[in-house]
């Protein structure tokens, strides 16, 4: 019998429902349709769907585990990787649309997390390329094609081991069937790791899930979950399931004892379910007949370890970096002397790093210039970007660069008022800048530009007559109104400033009298006070330019006094070094700067 929404209602006001039925994103789809959103497909077919769901409920009737005490364990009672001490490990939730690549999806997502974990970064911004995995790997691994799709995670884990995943910006997924089309630099921008378990047993599972990390499950979808699902705890019930549409792979992100339940994240996008999350009873539909996951080191591009720092003086573009070591490692370079296209005394310098590549732009008499270093290759030759300049704009009198994937957002101020450009995956320059607050009609003229990604979004800051004002450009390529923010205790003037995304919060650096300040924005939107740094003994008479960035959740900070560079940072302990680091002896060569970026 087909689950029907009225025969369900009436089981919730009767109390016999755990869940929430409701009208869905799903409501209306055709039989083929639903089998598109679903693609796992065991050894077996459907009846290995049944043996696993029978295997599933014998046990928890027997006890199985499920419902042993934390002590016996030896974990606790609940837990949640979104919740997780340090903060939320678990990445987006993505959508697989009308493919039946459920399988890439619950295992990327499985990694996505695995790559914060070793990064110690839970704000990371990780997002991995399901499309690489279902249409790159899986031919070879047993993958059918869109639309039914149709695999299983131990194949698909066992290929993403064995080769490893490029990031979404390297190939976009989109839910027609399709041949590999990585990128041409596919194979540097690998996130790998070392092993995959099989756990076939609750208290192994929830052991994994506590210490280690998140697993890939699978189960049957009955009607009344596909359609009707809206939040709760879905059980599986005979009189109101309906038919089987199929078998699904999702992300197991955690448990709870006390309501007998695992907590999954599913790839249906945020408009379905508890957020695009979803709550299914222990032994349900096979869910924990077995899982899969990821073990051993983990490696990615997307872990940065290595801080760089771009300096202009004396009309020179200059170059070095800082690795995990921690040391200045290499010796500064000069990135404009002698080199094809040399733009000519560069003024303002600005960085963004996308993964393996450095982004270096610089203003020479009001006008952008660019390069770019792909790592363990050479500088590329100084190019103008080919962006129309507006009507009326003579020249740029400031510019930051930050990078959403491999796309390079670039702010530029000019006349008080901000425009907007970007360099696409491929090289290729946005046609013309776009306004993004106006001179004029605002709060006023903008003296000072920053900008950093916070996730997708470009987020900008800026200095008008002295104070912070706010602005971020959202996927639809839209602006948010500039505002000022309501963080405590800011100097009267601030002359500076620079910002960072660390773990998710926008964290921002100011001079106020040539004094460094710092603030933070939590999670919630919420701002912290403002912190001044180092004390006057540890100080320079003052500092006249700062810049910082974010490598591996610590916040670097570089501020530039006489035109010499200072070093400190704060680590992922939220512990600051006790003082700023003369790094001039690490610059042989420069000159005194006017100008530093981090990236």
């Known amino acids: 019998m087909a689950a029907d ?36 497909r065991p050894p077996g077919g459907t009846d290995a769907l049944l043996q696993r769901e029978a295997v599933a409920a014998a046990r928890l009737g027997a006890g199985g585990g499920h419902l042993r005490t934390a002590s016996a364990v030896s974990v606790p009672a609940r837990f949640d990787w979104r919740t997780a001490s340090g903060g939320d490990y678990v990445s987006a939730v993505r959508d697989q649309a009308g493919c039946g690549s459920c399988v890439a999806f619950g295992s990327v997502a499985v990694l996505e997390t695995m790559v914060r974990l070793a990064a110690a970064s839970p704000g ?3 997002d991995l390329s399901e499309a690489f995995v279902f249409f790159c790997l899986g031919p070879d691994a047993g993958a059918g094609a869109c639309p039914d799709g ?16 490029v990031d979404e910006a390297n190939y976009r997924y989109t839910d027609a069937d399709q041949s590999c089309r990585r990128g041409s630099d596919w194979s540097s921008r690998l996130t790998r790791f070392a092993g995959v378990t099989r756990k076939t047993s609750p208290t192994s599972m929830k052991k994994h899930l506590a210490t280690v990390g998140p697993l890939v499950a699978c189960f049957t979808v009955y009607e009344d979950f596909f359609y009707y699902y809206t939040g ?5 019930r005979r009189s109101t399931a309906g038919d089987i549409v199929g078998g699904h792979c999702v992300m197991i992100v955690g448990y709870d004892d006390a309501k007998t339940c695992w907590i ?17 009873g222990y032994g349900s539909a096979g869910i924990d007949a077995e899982m899969w996951g990821i073990t051993g080191a983990v490696s990615s591009p997307l872990i940065r370890t290595t801080l760089r720092l771009v300096g202009a003086g004396a009309g020179q573009v200059w170059h070095t970096r800082r690795t995990g070591a921690p040391a200045w490692r290499q010796p500064p370079e000069r990135l404009d002397a002698g080199r094809p296209g040399d733009p000519g005394d560069v003024t303002t310098v600005t960085a963004a790093a996308s993964i393996n590549r450095l982004h270096v732009l610089g203003l020479v008499e009001g006008q952008p210039w660019y390069t770019r270093q792909r790592e363990g290759a050479g500088w590329a030759v100084w190019t103008q970007p080919t962006s129309t300049r507006p009507a ?10 930050t990078a959403v994937g491999d796309v390079v957002h670039v702010v530029g101020l000019a006349g008080g008022g901000l425009w907007h450009t970007l360099r696409s995956a491929d090289g290729a320059w946005q046609g013309t800048w776009k306004r993004v607050s106006p001179a004029t009609g605002g709060p006023g003229p903008v003296d000072t530009v920053s900008c950093v990604a916070v996730g997708s979004r470009v987020t900008v800051t800026c200095l008008v007559a002295g104070q912070v004002w706010l602005c971020s450009r959202n996927a639809d390529g839209g602006w948010t109104k500039l505002k000022p923010i309501t963080a405590s205790g800011a100097p ?48 320079p008479a003052g500092f006249e330019a700062i810049a910082c960035a974010d490598v591996g959740s610590t916040l670097h900070v570089v501020a530039l006094a006489g035109g010499v560079p200072w070093y400190t940072s ?24 006017d100008r530093i970026d981090l990236a």
Not at 24 to 31: A, F, K, N, Q, R
Not at 265 to 277: H, R
């Open 5 to 40: 929404l009225t025969r369900l209602r009436e089981a919730e006001r009767g109390s016999e429902l755990t869940w929430a039925p409701g009208i869905t994103v799903h409501d209306g789809l055709s039989d083929l349709a639903a089998r598109a959103r679903l693609g796992a």
């Open 124 to 126: 990371l911004d990780v």
């Open 150 to 165: 149709g695999w299983w995670p131990q194949e698909a884990l066992s290929a993403m081991k064995a080769t490893g995943v």
């Open 232 to 236: 709760g705890i879905w059980r599986y």
């Open 264 to 280: 999954a994240k599913n790839s249906w996008g945020t408009g379905w379910g508890e957020s695009g999350y979803f709550r299914i």
């Open 392 to 401: 009326g704009v003579t020249g740029w009198t400031d510019l930051c660069a």
């Open 492 to 539: 009267a003037v601030l002359s500076a400033l620079s910002s960072a995304c660390v773990d998710g919060r926008l964290e921002l650096v100011a001079l106020a009298s040539g004094r460094p300040w710092q603030v933070r924005r939590e999670l919630d939107k919420s701002w912290g006070s403002w912190l001044e740094l180092g004390s006057a003994a540890a100080l």
């Open 570 to 593: 704060r680590d992922s302990a939220g512990a600051w070094r006790t003082s700023f680091a003369d790094l001039s002896g690490k610059l042989p060569g420069v000159p005194p700067l």
